[in-house]
């Protein structure tokens, strides 16, 4: 069985700090997706990371992946208020899609001025 | 907007009713992937759908089915309702039945077991 771990759960940080989300999962796969899900609302495609290696970059985050030891990080640089949320990373059960995601418990994020 | 539609919005019903929740895939999906979030067991994949067909099943309770359609619009049927089954049921929706693109989420359902 897949199991994703995230750490930490929780974190609270100020404004103008960098920090990183660890992403650990347990079978492999190719495939890991990283998701912002603001209080009671949808989740939020940030990033698709496809093969080993894969980074990339959107304003002050960056993800990562790592295959070889199934880890994926999310770096946050110089954060700002607007980005305190909580943050899952999933990974394809299957590798292709064909059995949904399984999540991680979330990491919840909160930025203080 | 994320072209993801689901219906209703909110639900709130009593235990050991049967509610539908409705979901329309992105123009251009062929799949629709089914989730449950709730505060004890984070967000777990229900069912899954591909162009009509059932492709794969998580951890769906036999209380629980699902459909979808030729025009490939997705219901969930959810019976016999508990109170543990209070929690946002987001559907996602794919161009394929692979996560090349990533997937799409709705707004959610947020059901309430009363």
């Known amino acids: 069985e897949l199991k994703v771990e995230q750490n930490p759960l929780f974190l609270s940080m100020q404004e103008g700090k960098n920090y990183t989300i660890y992403c650990n999962y347990s079978?492999?796969?190719?495939?890991l997706y990283w998701y912002r899900q603001d209080p009671g609302k949808s989740l939020e495609s940030l990033f698709v990371?496809?093969?080993?290696?894969a980074v990339k970059q959107e304003g002050r985050l960056m993800a990562s992946l790592d295959t070889k030891a199934r880890l994926s990080t999310l770096h946050i640089t110089a954060a700002v208020h607007d980005l305190s949320a909580t943050y899952f990373c999933?990974?394809?059960?299957?590798?292709?899609?064909?059995?949904?995601?399984?999540f991680g418990k979330g990491t919840h994020l909160i930025i203080q001025p | 907007d994320s072209g993801v539609t689901q219906t209703p919005k909110h639900l709130i019903t009593a235990t050991g009713q049967r509610v539908t929740l409705r979901c329309s895939p992105r123009s251009g999906d062929l799949s629709v992937y089914w989730y449950q979030q709730s505060l004890d067991q984070g967000l777990q994949f229900l069912i899954q759908y591909y162009n009509g067909e059932e492709r794969a099943k998580g951890n769906i309770l036999e209380r629980f089915s699902a459909q979808q359609f030729p025009d490939l619009h997705s219901e969930l049927n959810l019976s016999s309702l508990e109170l543990g089954d209070s929690a946002l049921y987001f559907c996602a929706s794919s161009p394929s039945g692979r996560g090349n693109y990533g997937y799409t989420f709705g707004s959610g359902t947020r059901l309430t077991v009363v």
């Open positions: 999933a990974v394809d059960n299957s590798g292709g899609g064909a059995d949904g995601l399984t």
């Open positions: 079978t492999t796969s190719d495939r």
């Open positions: 990371l496809l093969s080993n290696g």
